[in-house]
């Protein structure tokens, strides 16, 4: 079986708004990862299920942590049938559940219970007021009515036993979600039929031709996995609907769904009961959990260069890289207004069309095009006006004009405006010279992006504009990778760390973390201080370690050559991991990539000059890949040269460079690389390649502005 998508559905009985733990959790599964969701209300929750299933295209579960049945008898007693689908139509004819989560699930709980006789078998009044025939206690089963589902009976003997329906409230109980977790379904399940989606409710139908499965999970089958997710952090719910939707989708993927979907148990049992998804099967579940879905381990050896190579050309060194790194997958949703520098993890699809209905593009007079000729035309107005926000009450006769302001949505008789300039108006009248072009001075309904075209895709960093275009189009909320984190780090004896604190005349002040933390900042992602360490290869060690577990890639400048004091390469090299890359490029030179507990680390060189090339040239492009937006290439554009240089063969050289009033590209006069006051000089890089060139003044060089490095 293909699914495209599982949605697993944590499901909350709370009387009013909550979030966090014991709220509404949903999860969202797909070939590109998983997304979790907090919702504090049950209809917001249903709204967000019902676009998520009405805009996939492909097969969809969506698994919820309730019952969809009752214990066998149970049905019957309150519906006069015996199948569970019956409940469902029952309870949602009878469930209200407000906007503000207040519902009325105890007094149809004891009207439920009325059905039985009276006092059960429903339970766990947990309201002050006391309820009629809603006890608070545990009451006698009625006769030949069972405790548990046989589903539940599968799992009463493993570590996390199955509560009761019948129990409404209490720690872990299910009952008084299942109740409004039905109702809320049976209500989805007609709103997604009347959008022409062919659902199936398992296991009570056939699954055949269906574009949307709901099924009944059991979100504590997998109990380890969720344990070691929340010693992470992780709250528990959040948690199982991840690993879960995670479970099933791989299972859909691998073959293994289709056995699960035909449970052990008899057709009776089905439609009256129901079933949970691997009731008894947790060892599938656990099993099906796949290394692929899980955040994927980059090789040790994914920086090695081929065999043999001495100095690598910045090209091969840049699709190494390229090809070693992969993107980070956890996905969260985030308010569009708040998600400036976020990467989609998702292609988003206009919710509404731009403009969603015909208006008029200026201040002017509007009409039916087909009553006017040539010649002037005179046409009577028709009280009152069309400005934008402001619609006409009524419409315009054939015959008649209506002033009309930009913006108005366009009155019903009319297409077409004239600019108010073009037009003769005594209040009562408006004059023009026909003929007039139909349609003209109006914008068309979607003319800019239609309701249900893609909008941007995933992977795209969104800037200011796309903010607009994302909130004009009604998408309020984004998917996106998680914002990635950069740790840098700076190394050396010599090094002050700041530069308000003292230093002796041995020393310098760390030039190389400020700048770095900014440019990562400056990309949109967390820039994380990892501060200066000296030149002791176990503090070195200690500090990459803390860092391992916090951060995504790790910067360090310092101690990147062979040299007796270059104690990053050193101790990267003893950890087993290092690839130190001799770079064909000037000024740079030795790139130290590595792994350091299974997180890329790299080492540039300690003077700023090379650090900061080598950080734009291939760190940055590095980050955009880890953080899902794609490789980066830098935009560049061909100057004329403002100065005269004779190049040697071997390396590709970046001079810092700015343009000068004719727009011509001169060079910083110093090349020395310890010179920091022309990085802060340039407006950009000449990049001169890799073979010997002789630049004369006036020719051709390629200029790369710091702006096409992301950097302002
Ligand atoms: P290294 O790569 O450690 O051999 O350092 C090369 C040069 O860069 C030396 O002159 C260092 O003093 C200098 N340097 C190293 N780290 C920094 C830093 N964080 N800020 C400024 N200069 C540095
Ligand atoms: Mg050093």
Known sequence: MTLARVLTLDWSAAGAPKRGADSIWIGDTDAHGTATHNLPIRADALDWLERRIAGEAGTVLLACDFCFGLPAGGARAVTGDDTALALWAWLAARIEDGADNRNNYRAIAAEMNRRFGGGGPFWGNGAKEDIPDLPRRKPALPEGIAEFRKAELADQTAGQRPMSPWQLAGAGAVGAQSILGIAALERLRGQLAAAGKRVAVWPFE???????????AYFSLISAEVAAEMKGGAVRDEAQVRLHGQAFYALAEGGGLEGLLRPDASAETLRSEGWYLGAGRADVLRRALPAGLKPPRLRNDCFAM????????????????DAALVPIVTKTVRKTHEALGAVLAADTVAHRANPPRPNSAVDGYGFAHAATGSGVQTLPLVTGRAAAGQPLDGAVPS????RILTGAILPDGVDTVVLEEDCATDGARVSFDGPVKAGANT????????????ALPRGHKLRAPDLALLSALGIGEVEVYRQLRVGVLSTGDEIVSRPDLPAEPHQIYDANRPMLLSLAAGWGYEA???????DRPAQIAKRLDAAAAKVDVILTSGGASAGDEDHVSRLLRERGTLSSWRIALKPG????????????VLGLPGNPVAALVCALIFGRPAFSKLAGSGWATPQGFTVPAAFEKAKKPGRREFLR????????????GSEGSGRISGLSWAEGLVELPDDAVTVKKGD???????SGFGLT
């Open 206 to 216: 056939p699954l055949d031709g269906a574009d949307v499965i709901f099924a009944e």
């Open 306 to 321: 081929p065999q043999g190579v001495d100095w690598v050309p910045i090209d091969t060194a840049l699709s190494a890289l």
């Open 399 to 402: 015959g008649m004009a209506v």
């Open 443 to 454: 914008r068309k309904a979607g003319e800019d992006v239609d309701a249900g075209r893609p």
């Open 528 to 534: 994380v201080d990892l501060g200066h360490v000296k």
């Open 589 to 600: 030179r030795p790139l130290a990539l590595a792994l350091w507990n299974g997180v890329p």
């Open 657 to 668: 460079a700015r343009l000068n009033a004719d727009g011509a590209a001169e060079v910083f």
């Open 700 to 706: 051709p060089v390629r200029y790369l502005p710091y």
